[in-house]
């Protein structure tokens, strides 16, 4: 498990928590939202999303801030079930490209309280139809910030959580999440054109 308690830092607004010091640094990395903080406040959810370009696909980058009340096990796996079968490709072209997993989704749980957690998150790391699903705790009112573990992820989920850390102000360096992800496509191709040139050579003679 990886956890995060920082101090608030002194540039941050008064009384600000780590969920709207995450929503605030996704905005400045041109992050967009339909709704509003009165909208956060008043019903426990907001979205915010980035559209992304990975070689040839399309993609977004999507943070879910979800309040929730009693955070176990159950509420885990069904959060991360929904999410992931919510976004995860279903067309033809979709499935075709979802090896470039170019959609991730972050989805914040927001905890009510001022109890720690110490769930262990990385079992609930999904990659499926393109879609990458990574779940963080966030619980206010104590400061702290859980997220799986970075030293138990590899290839492409490893760069998405040091994305992450870079959001939180763990890393100053940016990360870009999707070069391991363009390096396996490109190899994977060198690849397949290696075994078609070494097919036709062979048909010749």
């Known amino acids: 498990m990886q956890e995060l308690k920082a101090e608030k830092p002194p540039e941050s607004p008064a009384g600000s928590d ?67 079968n919510a976004y995860k490709a279903r067309g033809i072209a979709g ?27 990385t079992g609930y790391v999904t990659r499926a139809g393109g879609a990458t699903f990574i779940p963080v705790i966030i619980v206010p009112d104590i400061n702290q910030v859980i997220y799986p573990n970075l030293e138990e992820k590899v290839a492409s989920v490893r760069p998405r959580i040091e994305y992450l850390q870079f959001l939180l102000g763990e890393r100053r360096e940016t990360v870009d999440m999707h070069r391991p992800t363009i390096h396996a496509m490109w190899i994977s191709l060198a690849v397949v054109v290696v075994l078609l040139a070494a097919i036709v050579v062979s048909w010749i003679h």
């Open 95 to 121: 499935k075709a490209l979802s090896v470039l997993q170019s959609t991730t989704v972050y989805h914040c749980l927001v905890a009510e309280g001022d109890q720690p957690h110490n769930d262990l998150l």
């Open 18 to 84: 780590p969920a709207s010091r995450l929503m605030a640094r996704l905005e400045e990395e041109g992050f967009t939202t339909d709704l509003t903080g009165d909208d956060w406040r008043n019903y426990g959810e907001i979205i915010f999303r980035r559209a992304e370009k990975i070689a040839f696909a399309s993609g977004e980058t999507i943070f879910i801030f979800t309040r929730v009340r009693d955070l176990n096990e159950r509420i885990l796996h069904q959060t991360s079930e929904s999410v992931v």
